[in-house]
């Protein structure tokens, strides 16, 4: 059974929170994103959390898929790589940049999540 996308949100939030220094992070609207990314000049990021779990691949596809398509609209995203064994996806949101990967002989999904400096 794959898990919904509403818990891989729920993993994304955890990291997030999990993430948080004693410092305040910085946040971008998704127009100052979007310039800064197509523009080649990310925002920098502080330390990365991760987290993974267990997936089939073709379910890890279709979670990640959803995942670019809900947040596309507001949010840059960028694939990283797409082979027949592993997909990598970068996305940038207000407050932190996420790299989700689907792993086909791990057969899990890892997220990565840097709030930004």
Not at 71 to 92: D, F, G, H, L, Q
Request: hydrophobic share 40%.
């Amino acid at each position: 059974m794959r898990p919904s996308l509403f818990a891989v949100f729920g993993v994304l939030a955890l990291l997030l929170l999990a993430s948080g220094a004693a410092h305040a992070e910085r946040t971008y609207t998704p127009a100052q994103l979007r310039t800064m990314v197509s523009g080649g000049n990310p925002p920098k990021q502080g330390k990365p959390m991760t987290k993974s779990q267990p997936m089939d691949y073709a379910d890890c596809i279709v979670q990640l898929a959803d995942l670019v398509a809900s947040v596309r609209p507001n949010y840059p995203t960028r694939t990283i790589a797409s082979t027949n064994v592993m997909r990598m996806e970068k996305i940038w949101t207000n407050d932190a940049a996420m790299t989700v990967t689907c792993s086909a002989p791990d057969r899990k999904m890892v997220i990565t999540a840097s709030k930004y400096l």
